[in-house]
């Protein structure tokens, strides 16, 4: 049920979408990094390859702690372990190939792997199809390590993140067995398109959906809300959840949406002159950094400039 806030003076509806925020595989991903924080015997340094989750502020809260994270969007996972000889190193909730856990174990390093299980899956589902004999379509984003690790499974993975990459597939496969699936944080929007070229191309392909729960629900979402004159989407550039809340706000209602990292990135020029404002976030998105989002909206009067400071209050080492 989404929560509806009235503001006393004036009309503005402030909208809480539910379901938003952290899903179970961001919250797994930091139980383990926390655990390893207060438990002395993981050796030291402590490394993440990568950002756990794709969220600015979590990296800095873990980074207040002491944790190294290696976030180099140039560099793939096994060029990232160049770096690191010592110490523990945790994969992310985005997935890591078989061999760069091998690589780390070569090295003598402590491993822990905060893949989320909906990711993992994904991976299980390919291996089978492929042993079966399939050839995989995986539609994703580039330089995202979701896909980074899928592609590393075989040769035999076509990547396509577009129509145009769709177009581009080999004419010669029509021949083969074609099993097609998806990174688990697309939106359907991004995947009827490229299926529909797909299609044309290898009319008996075999299509997988593996747009997580967590994905869905919160596009649902996003999708039934009321009509309101903007929505924030409270998360990471990053995160390519919290981009496609976004995108089928505007896609499906066609309601201004804006990203934002935090209450900070809010213009007070936005709400001067609208009626309603609805709030959801990405699922690697902290709670608190929601709730001073729907804060500063509760309070916000137009009339009284005292109400527009948008400044974050948070303490960064609270914020996990
Ligand atoms: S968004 Fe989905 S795939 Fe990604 S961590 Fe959350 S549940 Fe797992």
Known sequence: MNLVYHRSGDTMKVIDLTPRGYCHGVLSALAMVKKVI?????PRPIYILGQIVHNEKITKA??????????????TRMEMLDEIDSGTVIFTAHGISDQAIQKAKEKGLTTLNATCRDVTKVHTAIKH?????????????????EPEAILSISPLIHFVEDEKDALLLPASLIEEKIFVTNQTTLSLYDIESVLKIIETKYPN???DNEICNATT??????????KVDLMLVVGDKKSSNSNKLAFVGKKHQNIDSKLISGVEDIDPKWLMDIESVSVTSGASTPTKVTEEVILFLHQFNKNDPSTWDHDSKLDILDIL
């Open 129 to 145: 199809k492929l042993a079966e004999g399939y050839h995989v379509i995986y539609i994703g984003h580039r330089n995202h390590p």
């Open 217 to 226: 629900v919160r596009q649902d979402a996003v999708i039934h809300q009321e």
């Open 38 to 42: 207060r438990t002395e015997s993981y």
């Open 62 to 75: 873990f980074q207040a702690h002491g944790v190294i994270s290696l976030d180099q969007p140039n560099k």
């Open 205 to 207: 392909y075999l299509f």
